[in-house]
T-cell receptor, first 113, second 111 residues
Framework: DTEVTQTPKHLVMGMTNKKSLKCEQH?????MYWYKQKAKKPPELMFV???????INESVPSRFSPECPNSSLLNLHLHALQPEDSALYLC????????????FGSGTRLTVV | GESVGLHLPTLSVQEGDNSIINCAYS??????FIWYKQESGKGPQFIID?????DKRQGQRVTVLLNKTVKHLSLQIAATQPGDSAVYFC??????????FGTGTSLTVIP
């Protein structure tokens, strides 16, 4: 299995809702990442987990809460989001934080109404 | 066809022509670079990489050139095909232990 699987593919949520994005990989990668991508912009790093521990938080607002239950799973819990948080949320994984390329999932298209 | 990244974020080429996508990077300490292709509705996909101790690397129909003197990276696609239509990002890896993505160039191949 050489894929990163993200669910759901699309999500519409209200500003008072709580939802979660899920990411799964079975490549044995020990680093996992959340990126946010606005339309026609490059991906922006949000969080990095290395060996199931949060190693980088790029000053992301607390309404985004990451969780890494085990080495194959990564969640992003969402609460009280704003319309400007609407974006494509990408998950990626790599060999232990290796520079040698990330494998990206197809993303979750999030719309906050 | 050729782009210069920030100044020409879109590039249109005829099918069969060669494409050149350019990227300027900012950190002279960056020692590894990757080109990603992102098709509509998908995540970025690895195309080719190059280390800072190299100035050229070739793959299948793609070549990456690195000019460290002027901090410039380019991606050349030979015999461009409709399936090459996508947004292309360069990404640099530096001492911050993370990738920084360039602005991106949207390539459209005209049949």
């Amino acid at each position: 299995d050489t894929e990163v699987t993200q669910t759901p593919k699309h999500l519409v949520m209200g500003m008072t809702n709580k939802k979660s994005l899920k990411c799964e990989q079975h490549m044995g990668h020990r680093a996992m990442y959340w990126y946010k991508q606005k339309a026609k912009k490059p991906p922006e790093l949000m969080f990095v987990y290395s060996y199931e521990k949060l190693s980088i938080n790029e000053s992301v607002p607390s309404r985004f809460s990451p969780e890494c239950p085990n080495s194959s799973l990564l969640n992003l819990h969402l609460h009280a989001l704003q319309p400007e948080d609407s974006a494509l949320y990408l998950c990626a994984s790599s060999q232990g934080g290796s520079r040698y390329g990330y494998t990206f999932g197809s993303g979750t298209r999030l719309t906050v109404v | 066809g050729e782009s210069v990244g920030l100044h020409l974020p879109t590039l249109s080429v005829q099918e069969g022509d060669n494409s050149i996508i350019n990227c300027a990077y900012s950190n002279s300490a960056s020692d590894y670079f990757i080109w990603y292709k992102q098709e509509s509705g998908k995540g970025p996909q690895f195309i080719i990489d190059i280390r800072s101790n190299m100035d050229k690397r070739q793959g299948q129909r793609v070549t990456v050139l690195l000019n460290k003197t002027v901090k410039h990276l380019s991606l050349q696609i030979a015999a461009t095909q409709p399936g090459d239509s996508a947004v292309y990002f360069c990404a640099e890896w530096n001492t911050g232990n993370q990738y920084y993505f360039g602005t991106g160039t949207s390539l459209t191949v005209i049949p």
